[in-house]
């Protein structure tokens, strides 16, 4: 048998995350472990897991080298972020990590990870490079009042739409300038809400393209969601990632309005709601596992189309002497 070992690191609640990652290998008769990294050894998904390993605070100085340590103790072929805060530190460090530990890690090339996570400079990137994003309302544009509302504003380099707002008035834009951490300030955009999920091999070729409509949120997760193949949207987002060179599985947010689709931003790596995707049949954790065997993919849409995905909460109840009951 052919043995693979897969670190995700930040699990968290990521229980879906990874159910999915063990079904594919089963599915392809892989052997292997999945080790779930985490701070707190009684995270949600660290009870699902092969292994568990204490990881460190992301910003800390033994971050990097505690990742180095656990893959090559367990063999890790695969590491897969998770969270924001930690693409730029796992970015920056990738060639050693890659170097040290023979592992591929799921995540795309630094510069784009620098776009990504500061939205002035996604902002930018969609602006030069032709594509449609909601209108930048500068402290200029604020001064002369040559805007209207709604406005919305949320942090630079935030996450989960935390400290996100629709703005309604003026009081509510003096208010939330000074409420949100170094915000930025767009012109809200009326229309449908997509997340698109994206799967590109480590060359940056595309593999699966898969647009889903948010029919509800919750936290900045989507929690009803559906599988619509919008020929629009994937044959835009096939020319940006001419441009966004993508590795492994990225999600990427926009709303189609009726004067064309709006870029909001480009989450590098996998969304809470990636899930709906995988089962849907554009199966990343699968495409990744084919890759580590040294398979060629290429670009399909053999997924299900309008798959209805309603999430919800589900809880783990762990004994005083450590044993878990997961089925209630």
């Known amino acids: 048998m052919i043995n693979k070992n897969v670190f995700i690191l930040s699990v968290g609640r990521r229980v879906e995350l990874v159910k999915l990652f063990d079904r594919a290998r089963k599915r392809l008769g892989i052997e292997g472990k999945i080790i779930g990294g985490d701070m707190d050894l009684n995270a949600p998904a660290i009870q699902f897991v092969d292994k568990r390993a204490q990881l460190p605070k992301v910003l800390s100085e033994e971050y990097i080298d505690q990742i180095i340590e656990i893959s090559k103790a367990e063999n890790v072929d695969l590491i897969v972020p998770t969270i924001d805060t930690e693409l730029l ?15 591929k890690i ?27 994003t909601p209108r930048l309302i500068t402290e200029d544009i604020i001064k002369n009042k040559a805007y209207s509302f709604p406005l919305f504003i949320k942090p630079l380099n935030g996450s989960s739409s935390i400290n996100a707002f629709k703005i309604n008035s003026e009081r509510e834009l003096n208010f939330f300038k000074e409420y949100v951490p170094n915000p930025i300030i767009q012109k809200c955009v009326i229309g449908e809400e997509f ?28 929690s009803k969601g559906q599988i619509v193949k919008d020929r629009e949207i994937i044959e835009d987002v096939k020319k940006l990632l001419n441009i966004f060179k993508a590795k492994g599985h990225i999600t990427i947010q926009c709303i189609k309005t009726s004067n064309g689709i709006k870029y909001i931003e480009i989450n590098p790596r996998f969304g809470g709601g990636a899930p709906m995707s995988i089962v849907a049949g554009a199966d990343s954790p699968e495409n990744l596992y084919r890759l580590l065997l040294g398979e060629k993919l290429s670009y399909n849409e053999n997924y299900q189309e309008n798959l209805l995905s309603l999430r919800y909460d589900e809880a783990i109840f762990i004994l005083e002497d450590g044993q878990v009951i997961k089925n209630v």
């Open 89 to 103: 530190v796992i970015a920056k460090n990738k060639e050693r990590i890659e170097r040290e530990t023979g592992a």
């Open 195 to 222: 997340t698109v999920d994206v799967f590109c091999d480590f060359d940056s070729n595309p593999i699966t393209i898969v647009p889903r409509k948010r029919l509800a949120t919750r936290s900045g997760e989507i």
């Open 106 to 132: 799921n995540i795309s090339n630094f510069e784009f990870i620098d776009i990504c996570r500061d939205k002035f400079k996604t902002q930018k990137f969609f602006e030069e490079n032709k594509f449609l």
